[in-house]
């Protein structure tokens, strides 16, 4: 079993920017990826930005040259900086892990219970 324990979010003004981070707790041997995807009302739940625990990164297209990912293996933890916000950014954010629990084949996805994020004047 492991957890995802989200913070970060938060109202923000069109051009500002958040921080949002995301911790793993529980039974795990590795971490394979952490990721934040996103949900606006009425939209498909969509990958914003990922990272293995090789340090390979992913940015969906419209957050590009705006948001930065990174991780801490020895923390479990990862972060998104998000800076020159837009309205269009708004949604629910979720963390996403794709984790081995022990030595083998097997491996588990889970996802934190999400943080929202406003980008309005």
């Known amino acids: 079993q492991v957890q995802l324990v989200e913070s970060g979010g938060g109202l923000v003004q069109p051009g500002g920017s958040l921080r949002l981070s995301c911790t793993a707790s529980?039974?795990?041997?590795?971490?394979?990826?952490m990721g934040w995807y996103r949900q606006a009302p009425g939209k498909k739940r969509e990958l914003v930005a990922n990272?293995?625990?090789?340090?390979?990164?992913y940015y969906e297209d419209s957050v590009e040259g705006r948001f930065t990912i990174s991780g801490d293996n020895a923390e479990k933890t990862v972060h998104q900086q998000m800076n020159s916000l837009k309205p269009e950014d708004t949604a629910v954010y979720y963390c996403?892990?794709?984790?081995?629990?022990?030595?083998?084949?097997?491996?588990?996805?889970?996802w934190g219970k999400g943080t929202l994020v406003t980008v309005s004047s």
């Open positions: 996403n892990t794709e984790i081995q629990p022990r030595p083998g084949p097997l491996i588990e996805r889970y």
């Open positions: 529980g039974t795990i041997f590795s971490i394979l990826v």
């Open positions: 990272i293995t625990s090789g340090g390979m990164i």
